[in-house]
Each structure stands twice: as C-alpha cells, then as structure tokens.
C-alpha cells in the first residue's frame, strides 16, 4: 500500500480548506445543492459571470431555542442601544471557502430605516470575538444604510421556502465593492439595526456556547418574549417553534471544494474491521481523489488509503485493527484544481470482548443507575460485561450479539435499542433474533413507552414486539401525565403465583418505598401501567392503583421480564438485591442458545455428528460486502451451502454439488438469489448433507 501525505503534510504542499462542522447533503443535482452544517443551510448553484463560471451560495438558517426562557439565560440579557432599544439583529455566518460576500438579506414585521455592519472574524479557538472588541476589523463601513420595508417572518417558512421577498442590500452595486474573505477568516459577523444611529450592540456572557447544550443557535437577537411588533415570531401557533434568525446572506465563490458528508459517527465495537464510507460531490465538474487517513492511537502515524467509488457519489475502504486499538480517521478530497476539503476527525475503540461472560449490562440512563447494578451483580456474585452508552457513543450489532452473551440488561433506553411494535423497521439492533436464537432479556425503563411517543391506554396485539417478547397486553403510558413530577405507585406488591418472586404479597413487606430521586434532585416520574397478555404474567402491581408495573413472559426459545419502574431507587437496597438476583435466577433457567427461530443448530451441538466436514468462521465478520466461507471435506459427499436470515427464511444457495475430500473457500456477497444486495443484519450459513449439518452466524453491517 502506497501511503500519501498526512493532513499536517497536505497543508503545507496545499491550499486547503476545513471545515469544523459535519456537512449533510440535503439535495444535490448536477450544477446546485443544497446543504446543512449544523443548523446552517447552504444554497448552491454554479453561475455563469463575465469571467467564467462561479458559485453562489445563498446562506441562511432556522434553528428554533427550546423556549423564551432559556434563550433568555443563553443571551444573559437583551440587546440595543440606552433608553431606546431598537430592533437589533446579530448572526455569525461561516463560509465554505473563501469568497465574497455580495448581499445582506433580512425581513422585519415593521418598517424603518436599517444600518448593516459586518465584522470578522466570529470566532477564534473556540472562543467569540465579539463586535466591538478591541482589533475586530469592521468590514463593512457605516454608510451601509438603506430603506426597511415591512414584510411578512412567517412567510419565509410557509410550505418549507423561504419567501422571495426580503429587504436587500446589494453591498457590490451600494458600495461598488464586495467584502472578500480569505483565509483562515472565514467565520464573521453580521448584523443590523433599525431606526436608531447606532450599531448593533450584544450583551452577552463572553462564553462559547456547545450547540448540543445551548440549541444551535447563532444568532444574538431581540428574542425574549412573545411581543408582537419584534422581527422574531412563533411560526406554528400553539407551540415552542422559535424563528431565531430572519437573516440570510449572498456569498460569491470562485471556486469550492470537493464536499464530503454522511461520514459515519462510529461507536465503540467488538470487530477487529470495518468499512468507512462517505459521500463526496463536486459541484463543478471537476475530477476528484478521495482518501481516507487513520491513526491508531491520536498520536500514532498516519495511514492514508484511496477511498473507492462505489455508487450514487459513495467511496469506501476496509480497515483493520486489534482488540485494545482507538481508531482516529478523517476523509479528506482534493480535486484538479488542487482545492481540498478535509472531514472532522472521528474516533471509536476496538474493545476486547470477555469471552465467557453470560450477562451483558447495558447502561442507557440518564440517572447514572448503572452503578447500583454494578454493586448488586458483584453482591451476588453473577459475572457481567459492563457496556455504558454514552461513554461508548452507542452500542453496535457486534456487542449485543457476541456469541458467550446469554441475557441483556437493558437500563432505561434512550437508545431505544428495544422496538415497540413493527420489528421490521424498530428492530436495528435484531433483538427479535437475539431472543429467538435462545437469549434472554431484562428491561427496566419507566420511560419505554414514552419514547415511542406511546402516551394513553391502549392495547398491544400479536406481532407487536411488546406483545410477542415482552409479554404486555394492556398499558397506560405517563398515566399521571398531568400531574407535576407524576405520582405513580411507590409501594409494590408481588403478584399472586408469579414465576419470578412472591417475597412481596402482603402490604407489611410490599416492594419499596421507590424514591423517585437520586441524590438530592427530583424525577419527573411517568411510571407506566403494563398489564400481561394471555401469555404471560404480571411480577408486580402498585399497591394504590393496583395496575400491573412488572411483567415476565416465558417464550418458546427466550425468557424476558419488563419493569416498568427503577427497581434500583428502592428505599432498601437489600429488596433490590433480591429482586435483581431472583430475576436473574428466573431468566437462567434458560440457557440454551440456537442459531435462529428455524432452528439452525449451533455448532456445539454437532459435536457428536460424524467428522467427515468441518465449516469453518467465515472471514471478516462482520463484513461488508464480501465474506469468505470455508469448510473441509474428508470424504466424497453431497454438499449444500446455504445461507438463512435472522428469521430462518432462505436467502439463497452457493453450493449444491458433490465434491471430492479438501479445503474450500466461496466468496459470498450478501445478495439474494436475483442478486439484490442484502440489509444489514444478522445472517446464518449452513453447511449440510442428507445426515447432518453444521450452521454459523455473521453479521453484515454496511
């Protein structure tokens, strides 16, 4: 392999251009696009001009806060001038290459006269640098001033457009000169004031704000209140979607980058492969390489590898790794022109599997309850494999389907790893197949109703995952949905006959009090109702309402038990010991694993069969297209291959031959017999012959 010149390499030999912010391409065709970084839209389309052709970018964005009050805090205070506080707008706006900025755009809901200013940079390191600080250069000068007609905010967002009418300032055909910015200063300022002498002031509390924390908003404006008259507006009566923004700019480009986006956020993962993917587009025309870079550890050396085109503006390339690796890789493109877009850097760990651990703990909470999990397993003296989402950035198919793993845990559930009702599109993760193949599973998540937005009673059926692996009929969803906080049942009762624990039957030794609290601050708790279907039984019911708050079912090939409420909160940690320990006895009873609903025998149960062939681990795995399948034949035999889904229904046959005693290897690249690729998923392949076979499971992750 060839290695070509890291980043630090490519911007010393040339100009290159980053960008901080992921991009998503949300339509593209031949000579425009459209695209998003962050909550920032970006209006392509290559222009003919008297010197050739350029590329104009109309740049806007509507990013509602969460509501009047926390944009409040985020402002730290309102914004004008003495006594008399106009109509003051101010945005930061970031280019995607150097270029000149040509029109200033805004709407009001009332008229007056308005004064443009334009300043750079934005931001430096993370921090703002505000208008008005010492060194900030003013580009645009104040005889930017022009007169405000009264158009309408809303209409911008009307039928998901922005209105054609907007009071414009032309800064080229006003001032005979466009603003021009270029290098590293592509990140500045703009802003307006009405009515007033004056330039836009900010107050604010000098901190850059993380968009994940404060709503993406970047703009520093009059919003407060609902007040009629202001150049913000409510744009769907009845809710909390804020306009923050009612100003957008006209960018001129002589030439961009080749763009890059839909790079993968990789979680942390028990393969030793994978496939990265992005896809790059080039808006004029222009050839275009792309490359993929790698560090094994942040400060490891860099490898860097052609990406391959695949179809629809897609580039790929395999990488391979070791148990213990973190990975750090960006995507970067250069083109003809020798104009460069390098990718944000992303990471994820190769993590080490435990090998004969049975129970995988999965910590979805926001309430940190892991760590009471974690103190009664090592009570109990059960072995357990720790998986926490959010130090792990999510969880993959590789984990929850590592082959020693007998029972989930599964806490809370942000990640909404569990599906509700339709399999075929809620279960990404294939728990269906886990629970199929013999796997048994713990769910405690008060909220998993309510994040399938499931609020009210109503009733599951047959062919609803909650129905068929969890066990539950009837339900009511947040039932105290209009009460502050909720106020579910904090005494549990064990229900009558109940597979799992009956140390709770009278009101003198009822489950808890639950304490919907951890340390000293407050749940909002909306503990739902779960009732069992005619298949399963209830565990527990609240001892005031008397609705069902725990439910277990005992399936054909797997056991599952759902609390509706955290078991972990009760006031005795010793009745949640005990609880924990007899829920797991329960489901441990269970502990045959199979290879799928068909059927498909797993290995280990082949072993006392004939040792005429063996099938061999298909590699890689998980893979993506390609996997190699290998088997050994000692005699003179009838053979078929075929492969299965995670339903045990037939995808298609690559052998059916009699072959002679040897080693075989068969490419297979997950298509269906009408050569239609595959999903991602679980897959199973099967080697046999009229007296016995042998079946493996792979995994493809495209």
């Known amino acids: 392999m060839v290695k070509k010149p890291g980043l630090l390499v490519l911007l010393i030999l040339i100009s290159a251009v980053v960008l901080a912010e992921s991009i998503e391409i949300v339509s593209f065709n031949k000579n425009s696009a459209l695209l998003k970084t962050g909550s920032v839209y970006h209006q392509l389309s290559v222009q003919q001009n008297d010197g050739g052709s350029v590329v104009v970018d109309t740049i806007f964005y509507f990013q509602p806060p969460a509501g009047a009050i926390s944009y409040n805090d985020f402002l730290a205070g309102y914004q004008g001038m003495g006594s008399d506080p106009s109509d003051t707008c101010i945005n930061w706006f970031t280019l995607l290459a150097p270029g000149k900025v040509t029109k200033l755009m805004m709407q009001n809901a009332s008229a007056g006269s308005v004064r443009w200013y334009l300043w750079a940079p934005a931001i430096v390191e993370e921090n703002y640098q505000f208008p008005g600080n010492a060194g900030l250069p003013q580009l645009l000068d104040s005889s930017a001033t022009q007169t405000c007609y009264a158009t309408d905010p809303n209409g911008q967002f009307l039928g998901g457009e922005w209105a054609p009418e907007w009071n414009t300032f032309h800064i080229v055909e006003e001032l005979e000169r466009a603003i021009e910015l270029s290098g590293d200063d592509l990140n500045f300022w703009v802003g307006y004031s009405m009515d007033n002498n004056g330039g836009p002031t900010i107050w604010q509390d000098g901190v850059f704000h993380n968009a994940d924390i404060d709503g993406s908003c970047r703009s520093f404006t009059t919003l407060h209140d609902s007040v009629i008259g202001k150049w913000y507006s409510v744009v769907q009566s009845g809710s909390n979607n804020w306009g923050a923004h009612m100003m957008q700019i006209e960018v001129v480009y002589e030439s961009i980058p080749p763009i890059i986006t839909d790079l993968p956020d990789f979680c942390d993962t028990f393969s030793e492969s994978r496939t990265i993917w992005a896809e790059v587009i080039e808006l004029e025309g222009d050839s275009f390489d792309v490359f993929l870079t790698v560090r094994i550890g942040r400060n490891g050396a860099p490898d860097t590898l052609d990406m391959v085109y695949n179809v629809d503006n897609n580039f790929w390339a395999d990488i391979s790794y070791s148990y213990g690796d973190t990975l750090y890789y960006y995507v970067w493109a250069r083109d003809s022109e020798g104009m460069v877009q390098v990718s944000t850097v992303k990471s994820f760990v190769c993590v080490e599997p435990p090998y004969e ?259 061999n681990a298909n590699y890689p795995n998980p893979f993506n297209p390609t996997t190699v399948i290998s088997f050994n034949l000692s005699r003179e035999e009838t053979v078929d291959l075929t492969i299965y889904n995670i339903k045990g229904e037939f995808v298609g046959t690559l052998v059916h031959q009699t072959m002679t005693p040897g080693h075989y290897t068969i490419d297979w690249t997950a298509v269906n017999e009408r050569n239609i690729p595959l999903p991602s998923g679980i897959y199973f392949y099967r080697l046999s012959t009229k007296k016995q076979s042998v079946t493996k499971k792979m995994i493809l992750l495209r």
């Not at 793993?405 to 942000?414: E, K, N, R, S, V």
């Not at 008397?546 to 277990?552: H, P, T």
């Not at 399936?555 to 005990?578: K, M, Q, V, Y």
């Not at 320990?581 to 489901?587: A, F, H, I, K, P």
């Open 357 to 615: 651990t049975r129970i995988l703990l999965i910590d979805d909470s926001e309430y940190g309850s892991g760590s009471y999990y974690i103190d009664a397993l090592e009570e109990v003296d059960s072995s357990y494999f720790y998986w926490n989402i959010e130090q792990h950035k999510g969880i993959d198919i590789t984990v929850l389907h590592y082959s020693s793993f007998q029972t989930l845990i599964i806490l809370d559930g942000q990640e909404m790893i569990l599906p509700v009702t339709d399999d075929s599109v809620q279960d990404i993760y294939a728990i269906s197949g886990f629970l199929e193949s013999g796997g048994n599973l713990m769910l405690v998540n008060m909220d998993f109703l309510y994040r399938w937005n499931i609020i009210g009673t109503g009733r599951f059926e047959a062919g609803d995952f909650a129905y068929d692996y969890l066990g539950i009929g009837d339900y009511t969803g947040d039932p105290d949905i209009t009460s502050s906080g909720g106020s579910a049942d904090t005494l549990m009762l064990s229900v009558v006959n109940n597979p799992v624990t009956s140390a709770f039957s009278a009101d003198s030794i009822a489950y808890g009090p639950i304490r919907y609290q951890i340390g000293g601050s407050a749940i909002e708790n909306w503990a739902d109702f779960i009732e069992p279907n005619s298949t399963a039984s209830g565990i527990l019911k609240g001892k005031t309402s008397g609705k069902g708050m725990a439910v277990c079912l005992d399936g054909s090939h797997f056991r599952t038990i759902t609390f509706a409420f955290p078991i972990e909160l009760t006031a005795d940690r010793t009745e949640f010991i005990n609880l924990l320990d007899s829920s797991l006895q329960w489901l441990g009873e269970n502990t045959t694993r199979l290879d799928s609903a068909s059927g498909l025998i797993q290995e280990e149960q082949a072993q006392g069969l004939q040792s005429s062939f063996r099938l």
